[in-house]
């Protein structure tokens, strides 16, 4: 079985502080991504990478950074955390295949509060 | 901005009844399409993905895609309370890269 894991169920932070949240996945796949989850928005995408040190941005992107330094970690960085980034973070992978006919496989989620 | 949209809901259906669930998405290269289900507190797990115009059937679950239409449905019959979930909609952009989602539309079946 596939599996994403990520590093935190839950994380409390202080507003300002520099925030890592770890995502690892065991099966190889390409295409990473980051996705923030929150009551009546839905999942949006922050970043996603498709290779090692390659990044693009999704459609919330400010505020957060990543890096891809080994094809199974994908971070995502708060540099500053604020209390409106108070939110549950979804990280998933996904192979390559033409026309993306494969599904994505997401962790357990971490729920991010920040105060 | 690509754009994914789905009715919230709540949709309400007796146990045993057809639940319709609607998406329609605003890039006309996305080429392959996913129904995603998601109870709560917990994460997203595929329910099937559709490529092709027409129906995919699975189980009790059929995908329904219309490409000129912009459209794609999920039905399921014989709903179960078991089913009772929110159902995400995704469409594969940028290349078939990234997944974008709808905001899901939330499910309850009764018993």
């Known amino acids: 079985d596939v599996k994403v894991t990520q590093s935190s169920r839950y994380l409390v932070k202080r507003t300002g502080e520099k925030v890592f949240l770890e995502c690892v996945q065991d099966?190889?796949?390409?295409?990473m991504f980051w996705y923030r989850q929150d009551p009546g928005l839905g999942l949006r995408l922050i970043y996603f990478s498709y290779d090692v040190k390659m990044k693009e941005k999704g459609d919330i992107p400010e505020g957060y950074s990543v890096s891809r330094e080994k094809k199974e970690r994908f971070s995502l960085i708060l540099e500053s955390a604020s209390t409106n980034q108070t939110s549950m973070y979804l990280c998933?992978?996904?192979?390559?295949?033409?026309?993306?006919?494969?599904?994505?496989?997401f962790g357990q989620g971490t729920r991010l509060t920040v105060v | 901005q690509k754009e994914v949209e789905q009715n919230s809901g709540p949709l309400s259906v007796p146990e045993g009844a057809i639940a319709s669930l609607n998406c329609t998405y605003s890039?006309?290269?996305?080429?392959?399409f996913f129904w995603y289900r998601q109870y709560s507190g917990k994460s997203p797990e595929l329910i099937m993905f559709?490529?092709?115009?027409g129906d995919k059937e699975d189980g009790r679950f059929t995908a329904q895609l219309n490409k000129a239409s912009q459209y794609v449905s999920l039905l399921i019959r014989d709903s179960q309370p078991s089913d009772s979930a929110t159902y995400l909609c995704a469409v594969a952009i940028q290349a078939g890269t990234a997944l974008i989602f709808g905001k899901g539309t939330t499910l309850s079946v009764s018993s």
């Open positions: 559709i490529y092709s115009n």
């Open positions: 890039d006309r290269g996305s080429q392959s």
């Open positions: 998933a992978s996904r192979p390559f295949r033409q026309a993306g006919l494969t599904e994505a496989f």
């Open positions: 099966m190889d796949h390409e295409n």
